[in-house]
């Protein structure tokens, strides 16, 4: 009996103890569920590429673990959502500090995590990675510590805070070159480069006047427009080049001059994060009057010369590269042996040296296929494909061909455009590979001029005329949104959907610059980059394509700076879901109208304004303190 009453008693202390443990365990649980379903700072904990962040983002959703698979694909389904239409988002984490200069598709991190076999000698790291949904940031990036409302342009051209773009290291590596001067709270930029340590605008002068243009003007009279810098350091060529009405694409990697593209952002200056690797950068055939490099380190004789094919593939006929090394005029044995070589190779591509002089060579490509149907037979590098389209850029490879001209552009022996200023309005010649007329065009023109100018009256309250300087349309069509804006002091990165008609040749060919791209993925640039987003039908596309709407917020903020606005226009579904998201953005709104002010044809159209807010975190304001 005593043995029975014993063996009652040690069931009872265990089940005792059970539940005495099971009770901890649940407080435990919500304790630390409220801990992180409370924080509004990314935690060291919260690891790159974790679950974690999705199925937080998803809890704020009013989510949970078991739907959280399913929460992109709701997330695009606007006004559907059973028992969602009323659900407001209150907060995102921020991600750690360290990530504050975060560029998703471009970040060694992922390259590391995911052990990606790359070629360096290709340049493979350099080149777009993208993360997979479910290793995407569901979080803010968040500004650097005691970060300021950047200097307006055209100040900024000459100086930006050093606490906004906190790396000195190419002021003091280029310390002889004139890149760059820490100043106090700021760095300046003298104007100086590689090539041109006395100036960027001594530089230019001299290769208009190598060309024997009138009044040693680069422009040659509103025929030299649009301009590819490629390995362009701080983009000061670019910079130097927007007084004579000359705009640039400044080109560089996120790679041992981190920051470069950044500054050049900063500054106020176009510019694009990128690399001539393997595959074709993104921009049209025949874009650009004028290629350049200075310095750019580029070995143009690898791979049969597929670099230097894909810079003649985005020339226009008689278009020019501008190429200052020192195989231009060295004379010692392995420099000589590179200009001999690439003197051949060019020669065999058709172009002619246009001038050389110093440090400084030019070549010219021809104006007409003549000089290709000329060449003997088994002449390398070969005539691209007849069925390859150089026009296809968007994770097409590199081809070492010579990209021919079409037929038009044969018979008027180049590309038949107007000068600069009248080109931004007239009939670009490629209208009729899409089937436009020119009716169609100018009716373009004129509708986005109405819209733009409605744009602007809403926007009155808030900006001034030196508020915004980087502008990007996020998806645009022929370009007419970028073209009512001559007469602002901005410029535009005119962003094409890598899926639809490729209309980004219409874009450059009236003078305007930008990039194909899928708003599925991140874009090729820093945060904080943009003061004006431009989101017309954005969203819609996103819901059909059944990416994320949510992610796509995300980046928006990634790349919008502090106090920058954002104008969508699109169905009120979208508006609706849009403004369930504003406070956990940091957003405000600041205009909501509908498309009867513009008595246009997209009668179902809302136009939404919001601006984003200035915030830190509590760490960046200790850090700053």
């Known amino acids: 009996m005593m043995r029975g009453r014993s063996d009652l008693s040690q069931k009872k202390r265990i089940i005792t103890s059970l539940c005495v443990l099971g009770i901890f365990l649940g407080f435990l649980y919500v304790y630390h569920g409220s801990i992180f379903g409370s924080q509004s700072h990314g935690a060291s904990a919260l690891e790159y590429g974790s679950r974690s962040w999705r199925k937080l983002g998803s809890s704020y959703l009013g989510g949970d673990e078991d739907n959280d698979s399913k929460q992109d694909e709701s997330s695009t389904k606007y006004g559907q959502e059973d028992g969602e239409e009323n659900v407001i988002v209150k907060s995102f984490p921020v991600c750690d500090d360290r990530h504050s200069e975060l560029i998703p598709c471009l970040d060694r991190n992922l390259i590391y995590q995911m052990r990606l076999k790359l070629d360096l000698s290709l340049m493979e790291h350099y080149e777009r990675h993208c993360p997979a949904p479910e290793r995407r940031y569901n979080c803010l990036i968040p500004p650097p510590p005691g970060y300021k409302v950047p200097i307006k342009w055209p100040q900024s051209r000459d100086e930006v805070w050093k606490v906004n773009i906190p790396h000195t290291h190419l002021a003091q590596e280029k310390s002889d070159q004139n890149w760059m001067v820490v100043k106090g709270e700021k760095i300046l930029f003298p104007g100086g480069g590689t090539h041109f340590h006395k100036g960027a605008d001594k530089y230019i002068a001299s290769i208009a006047n190598m060309l024997n243009f009138s009044k040693n003007n680069l422009n040659n009279e509103g025929r030299l427009r649009t301009v590819f810098d490629v390995g362009c350091g701080v983009a000061s060529f670019g910079a130097y080049l927007l007084s004579s009405d000359i705009i640039a694409m400044s080109l560089a990697p996120n790679d041992v001059h981190q920051n470069q593209i950044q500054f050049a952002l900063e500054r106020g200056i176009p510019a ?42 985005l020339l226009r006929p008689g278009g020019y590269f501008a190429y200052s090394s020192p195989e231009a005029y060295a004379q010692d044995e392995e420099d000589l042996k590179i200009w001999r070589e690439m003197s051949a190779l060019v020669e065999r591509m058709c172009w002619r040296i246009a001038a050389k002089k110093n440090q400084t060579v030019v070549w010219q490509k021809p104006l007409t296929n003549d000089c290709y149907m000329e060449r003997e037979p088994g002449t390398q590098p070969p005539l691209c494909r007849s069925d390859d389209d150089p026009d296809a850029v968007w994770g097409v490879p590199m081809e070492a061909c010579i990209s021919t001209y079409s037929d038009h552009d044969h018979r008027e022996k180049g590309s038949g455009l107007a000068p600069w200023p009248a080109r931004l309005t007239a009939p670009p010649p490629r209208l009729a590979d899409f089937g436009y007329s020119n009716e169609m065009f100018e009716k373009d023109t004129e509708l986005w001029r109405h819209r733009v100018e409605n744009y602007w009256n809403l926007l009155s309250p808030k900006i001034e005329s030196n508020t915004l300087r980087n502008v990007m349309d996020m998806k645009s069509n022929m370009g007419s949104f970028a073209a009512a804006l001559k007469d602002k002091d901005v410029w535009v990165m005119n962003v094409v959907p890598e899926d639809g008609p490729n209309t980004l040749k219409l874009i450059y060919d009236r003078g305007l610059i930008g990039s194909v791209h899928s708003w599925c993925e991140a874009y090729s640039t820093y945060p904080r980059t943009y003061d004006l987003l431009h989101a017309w039908t954005l969203f819609s596309d996103i819901e059909k394509k059944e990416c994320s709407a949510e992610d796509l917020l995300l980046e928006m903020d990634r790349i919008l700076r502090p106090t920058g606005f954002i104008i969508i226009r699109d169905k009120q579904s979208v508006v609706d879901f849009v403004k369930k998201y504003l406070t956990a953005l940091h957003w405000e709104a600041v205009a909501v109208a509908d498309s009867s002010i513009d008595s246009d044809q997209d009668g179902d159209d809302v136009v939404f304004i919001i601006q984003k807010k200035i915030w830190l975190t509590s760490e960046s304001l200790r850090d700053s303190g």
């Open 272 to 313: 694009y994060l990128g690399v001539l690797g393997t595959k074709r950068l993104p921009y049209p055939s025949r874009s650009f009057e004028l290629a350049h490099c200075s310095r750019c380190r580029i070995d143009w004789l690898q791979r049969d010369g597929i670099l230097l094919l894909e810079l003649d593939r």
